[in-house]
């Protein structure tokens, strides 16, 4: 029997609402959903989570929302956030959660598009980004406010959130109607890409689609039962969707939700999570934290750390390279993993964390080892948001520096003709949400859907992704390169927060560096440097005479085509609302290049 086989049989005929009521029926008592650390957390049991559900689903549905209506949600990380979505989906309408970071322009696109006819916002912030665009919505029908003391006078189709809970008295018989009418094979989602290369798109996924995706996820790297999590990314972010939501349904999880990004650290201290995903910046800022303590460590200690880091990451090189581990070795690791390290992982939250895994984005290698050192081995995964996710992941058995893993139970990845990753299998969306409500499927015949990511399979079956297929620098000379390549090892000293590569149709490579708003000031100190402004230290002799240095060693292990000739330093931060970033932290490489056209023309000139 093949892994996929018991997957597809323990997935078969299972829906979220189902897992919902199993969960509320089995762990009653067991915590769900806990929002915030400290003494003033408040925390749902699985029994008081399908109760709200429930509560909202009878308001919901008296508001005129039906099976196959969207429902947009602007909402901060909170209970009611995941309650809203949940109840949405019991109804069998399409709930999407849209980006904080959104312009009232962009929220107009998504809500013309999506045709939504009911939308739930959370206050006076998320009001001031809708309201300009609200009268030019026909289709929005109901507009639910959490906060009722923002809500605007003469505007009939406002109602309170708490009015929608209480809107009707319990039915149960009702609910579990509701709860044995969902399908697998039903869209239970709406997800729109970040459109880093156009307009976005409206990913529309199925129950089926995000089952199989978490338990994939527990099958591969298994974990305790009910295991912790915590949930930092936006709510609109398909890594958060899956687990954030889905996973813990899946797995009757506890989630505790950290509203603010700034309070991740308290977090998981209070929280020890079992489970942690993060974006290439996080794994690098703690990398970056880890490396300033380590600075502070008195001389016994730091003697005792660098031993200890040096047999993990001989560990983790071996295991990298598919060999065996020596007995002697493995458990003098176990020894010093004990005694040194994991106290350091324990510090920053990690002390009980079993899976760790990094997406979205291409990690420096430099990050990786640096994290497998002092014990916290993290691993890439690769996906999209079409394919519910990871399509393909790293385990501790089977991974390579570098690459992105196997693919999952019960998919399949190739490579096409041109080099483009094509990928199938039951994780692979419904398809995309058209203007006119259709759904409309972007598979071939064959059910393969191109991912539009460049990359390789080799004969251990793991996938190294290249480059986005569209992104692809084609120089003058008619040379093919990635430029994620070259960014990621630039982005691996600590005064760079982003590099972007620029050479398309010119004569060169150049790049533009940003300085890290957090690890640079921090840098400057440490070298003397008084001013540490992140203007001042853009032009800094010091600094640039660093990052001459950063360029130099990239270079040395490019090729000639690839090497960065010239590179402009830019004060940042970029951001999503800056323009430069997408929600999901990835490059908005033709905003960019518009912004700052007269730099990179400089380069060149």
């Known amino acids: 029997m093949t892994p996929a086989e018991p997957l597809h049989q323990s997935t078969e005929g299972l829906t979220i609402t189902g897992l919902l009521r199993r969960n509320a029926q089995q762990f009653p008592e067991r915590p769900a959903l806990t929002t915030g650390p400290?003494?003033?957390?408040?925390t749902l049991t699985w029994t008081q989570l399908r109760a709200e559900v429930a509560a909202l689903t009878r308001g919901l549905t008296a508001l005129g929302l039906r099976r196959g209506d969207r429902m947009l949600i602007s909402m901060s990380k909170r209970a009611e956030h995941w309650v809203t979505d949940l109840a949405a989906i019991h109804i069998g309408a399409l709930a999407c959660s849209t980006y904080d970071t959104l312009s009232t322009e962009q929220i107009g696109t998504l809500a013309r598009h999506s045709a939504a006819t009911v939308l739930v916002l959370e206050g006076e912030e998320q009001l001031r980004r809708w309201q300009p665009v609200l009268k030019d919505l026909p289709h929005v029908r109901a507009v639910v406010l959490l906060d009722w003391s923002a809500a605007p006078v003469g505007d009939p189709r406002f109602v309170a959130y708490s009015a929608v809970r209480g809107a009707l008295?319990?039915?149960?018989?009702?609910?579990?109607?509701?709860?044995?009418a969902a399908r697998p094979d039903h869209p239970l989602a709406l997800v729109y890409t970040s459109g880093t290369t156009g307009e976005p798109k409206g990913v529309v996924l199925t129950h089926r689609n995000v089952i199989h995706e978490s338990l994939m996820q527990d099958q591969l790297v298994p974990g305790p039962e009910h295991p912790r999590t915590v949930?930092?990314?936006?709510?609109?972010?398909?890594?958060?969707r899956v687990l954030g939501i889905y996973l813990p349904i899946c797995n009757a999880g506890h989630v505790t939700i950290c509203p603010d990004p700034a309070q991740l650290l308290p977090t998981l201290l209070a929280a020890l999570p079992h489970g942690f995903f993060g974006v290439p910046r996080v794994w690098?800022?703690?990398?970056?934290?880890?490396?300033?303590?380590?600075?502070?460590?008195?001389?016994?200690q730091a003697t005792a750390v660098a031993q200890a880091r040096k047999t993990a990451l001989e560990v983790y090189r071996l295991r990298s390279a598919g060999q065996d581990i020596p007995a002697e070795l493995a458990k003098s690791l176990e020894q010093l993993d004990a005694q040194v390290l994991e106290p350091l992982r324990a510090a920053i939250g990690f002390g009980a964390c079993r899976r760790a895994f990094s997406g979205a984005a291409p990690i420096p290698t430099g990050v990786l080892e640096f994290l497998a050192s002092v014990g916290l081995a993290v691993y890439e995964v690769w996906g999209l948001s079409e394919t519910t996710g990871a399509a393909t992941v790293s385990t501790p058995e089977v991974f390579?520096?570098?690459?992105?893993?196997?693919?999952?139970?019960?998919?399949?990845?190739k490579e096409a003709p041109d080099g483009e990753l094509l990928v199938r299998g039951p994780v692979v969306f419904a398809g995309y949400l058209q203007a006119d409500g259709r759904i409309e499927p972007a598979t071939d015949p064959e059910g393969w859907l191109p991912t539009g990511d460049v990359g390789s399979v080799d004969s251990r079956g793991i996938v190294a992704v290249t480059d986005r297929k569209k992104e692809i620098i084609i120089t003058a000379g008619g040379k093919n390169i990635a430029p994620t390549k070259i960014e990621s090892l630039l982005r691996a000293h600590p005064l760079i927060a982003q590099a972007v590569a620029i050479g398309d149709r010119r004569r060169y490579l150049t790049a533009l560096l940003v300085l890290d708003e957090e690890t640079a000031p921090l840098w400057a100190?440490?070298?003397?440097?008084?001013?540490?402004?992140l203007t001042e230290l853009a032009r800094h002799p010091t600094v640039l005479a660093a990052l001459d240095?950063?360029?130099e060693h990239a270079n040395s292990v490019l090729s000639r085509a690839e090497q960065v000739k010239r590179y402009r330093v830019l004060a940042g931060p970029w951001t999503a609302e800056s323009g430069e970033l997408t929600p999901k932290l990835s490059l908005r490489r033709k905003a960019i290049d518009q912004r700052h056209a007269d730099t990179i023309e400089s380069m060149y000139t």
């Not at 930092?232 to 398909?238: E, Q, V």
């Not at 100190?525 to 402004?533: F, M, R, S």
């Open 38 to 42: 400290g003494p003033d957390a408040g």
């Open 169 to 180: 008295p319990p039915d149960d018989a009702a609910f579990e109607e509701l709860t044995d």
């Open 231 to 240: 949930a930092y990314l936006p709510m609109a972010h398909i890594a958060e």
């Open 284 to 300: 690098e800022n703690f990398a970056a934290g880890l490396q300033a303590k380590l600075a502070t460590l008195p001389d016994a």
């Open 400 to 413: 390579a520096l570098g690459s992105v893993g196997r693919a999952g139970p019960g998919i399949e990845v």
């Open 525 to 533: 100190k440490a070298n003397g440097i008084t001013e540490p402004g």
């Open 549 to 551: 240095t950063a360029i």
